[in-house]
């Protein structure tokens, strides 16, 4: 790299040389500045010609000095871009055992059917009776995932499960105020294992959250839940399977006494992997569910691309749906946009939702059948329970009285006294080539692992994974805390202060120092 003078520049030089290379590279790991740390203002990867002299209509506001912006040949913005790709650690490069995320494959059929041009290049503003195609994939969709959950209507249009939380908040909100209940109503009851999101979407709309503490085996109980119920409460929200990866058996009995005190049933579908084909949350007495289309249905997500997070709705609920939805009207699917004079609670996004995705996600489900979506499932679960039976000797499984759904959550017990915690042992996984699984979620138990491997994964892709995690164990109970402490040795960066990262980003760049001239021999 060059910088502004022309000599060479790399912003870790330093520390790269200090680690072994010069260029503090890494064999085929190449160390990339920021664009504006290499681009130049005098390059360019277009040749255009001179414009022909005008007269500038902007009154006086054009802008007179250069834009400051960096430039690239096209070889250089090439490679700049190829090597930040190859920085992203992906599903398709290696397993990705996030636990709570259901990391699966994503088929390239599902890329082929969203690029087709009937859906790729429609615009969410062209007239309706151009577009009946998609609408009609849309309408598709909807019924399946209402079919697989048992419910009686569905919002397509969040664009995320925490968006479809709040979707759904918002529809219960609505139905309280149409019952003449909501100041009344102003309690959430959200369980101590819930994701993040849950408390946040119900204090976001102005609830207050009370939480409800899990029993020692990991999931809710129905006296716990009675016990939390008061005239104030409008509604719980739980997730099942739970995100220590356990059904929650006691669901039907909570979703009753949920009803009998007059509070609706919020259900984060996050987890559904574990279940398509063999329970409807409808028939357990759920009100409204998100469906994170970006985890069950294998839609790209986290660097991968947008998700989405339609929601199912209960008959009781159903009313309150927001706009648009789909209507038949005369044999062709319409979006209906307005709803004035319904329940409706109105719009919660620009347009439909997002449309890759559902093209992505009923190819998906239109390839693998009813049969097929079942099969998954009972493939996720086993994966899991695999991965716990065959790691359960050497670390410490959560629960280990109950074989797992579609994830396992092991804990830190069997790290006390070693010196290795936790966070160094995912650390000391990205060393042997594999993105860690959650860590310290959910916060329920003591220094938490949770492993979700999906089904995705064969046989032998999971006892690779399983092998390099028993030797790390046998590592840890031989005392090399040298392979964990510093941990990871071999990839670009190490120990990044995320806190401080996201606390104080540093959003300005300053130009580094030239490197300094290989010393000469002698
Ligand atoms: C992923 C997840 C969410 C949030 O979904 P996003 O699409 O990331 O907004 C909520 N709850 C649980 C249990 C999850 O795993």
Not at 137 to 161: Q, R
Not at 241 to 267: Q, S
Request: hydrophobic fraction near 40%.
């Amino acid at each position: 790299m060059l910088n502004k003078e022309g000599r060479p520049t790399t912003p870790n030089a330093a520390a790269g040389r200090a680690r072994g290379t010069f260029t503090s590279n890494r064999a085929l790991q190449i160390e990339e500045p920021l664009i504006f740390e290499i681009g130049r203002a005098d390059v360019t990867g277009v040749d255009m010609d001179e414009p022909e002299p005008f007269t500038p209509r902007l009154g006086g506001r054009e802008r007179t000095s250069a834009t400051g912006l960096p430039g690239l040949s096209e070889p250089e913005a090439m490679r700049h871009y190829v090597r930040l790709s190859q920085k992203n650690y992906a599903i398709d490069s290696g397993l990705y055992p996030l636990g709570s995320c259901t990391m699966k494959h994503n088929p390239r059929l599902n890329e082929q059917m969203a690029r087709l041009p009937g859906f790729a290049d429609i615009h969410p503003l062209q007239p309706q009776s151009t577009v009946p195609g998609a609408l009609d994939l849309i309408e598709g969709l909807a019924n399946w995932l209402m079919t697989l959950t048992g419910t009686h209507a569905i919002a397509m249009s969040p664009k995320a499960g925490a968006h479809g939380e709040l979707c759904g908040m918002m529809a219960i909100r609505a139905a309280l105020e149409a019952r003449g209940e909501s100041a009344a109503r102003n309690v959430v009851l959200v369980p101590d294992s819930a994701h993040g999101t849950n408390p946040a979407t119900a204090a976001m709309i102005g609830f207050e959250v009370r939480s409800v503490p899990a029993r020692e085996d990991g999931t809710v109980s129905t006296e716990a839940v009675k016990a939390a119920l008061a005239p104030d409460v409008a509604a719980i929200m739980l997730t099942n399977p739970n995100t220590c990866g356990l059904f929650e058996r006691d669901i039907v009995a909570i979703a009753e006494a949920v009803h009998a005190a007059g509070a609706y049933f919020y259900c984060d579908g996050a987890n559904l992997n574990a279940i398509i084909g063999k329970a409807r949350p409808g028939d357990l007495g759920v009100d409204c569910m998100h469906i994170n289309l970006h985890k069950t249905f294998s839609t790209p997500h986290g660097g991968g691309g947008p998700g989405a997070g339609p929601v199912v709705l209960s008959e009781r609920l159903a009313a309150f749906a927001p706009v648009p939805f789909i209507r038949r009207e005369g044999g062709a699917p319409a979006l209906v946009e307005h709803a004035a004079g319904s329940r409706s609670l109105g719009r919660i996004c620009a347009f439909h939702g997002q449309m890759g995705m559902f093209v992505r996600a009923f190819a998906w489900m239109l390839s693998h059948g009813s049969d097929g979506m079942r099969q998954a499932s009972e493939d996720a679960v086993l994966n899991a329970n695999y991965t716990r039976a065959c790691l359960s000797d050497v670390m410490s499984p959560a629960f280990p009285d109950r074989t797992c759904m579609h994830e396992v959550l092991f804990t830190d017990a069997w790290l006390k006294g070693t010196g290795v915690t936790t966070l160094d042992f995912a650390k000391a996984m990205i060393d042997e080539g594999y993105h860690p699984m959650t860590v310290y979620f959910p916060l329920i138990v003591h220094g938490a692992m949770l492993i979700e491997p999906t089904e995705s994964e064969s046989r032998a892709s999971l006892d690779l994974f399983i092998m390099a995690l028993r030797d790390l164990a046998f590592s840890v109970r031989r005392g090399e805390t040298e392979r964990f402490a510093a941990a990871p040795f071999f990839a670009p960066r190490a120990r990044l202060d995320e806190t401080l990262a996201a606390r104080s980003p540093v959003l300005r760049w300053t130009p580094p120092a030239p490197i300094e001239e290989p010393a000469p021999v002698g």
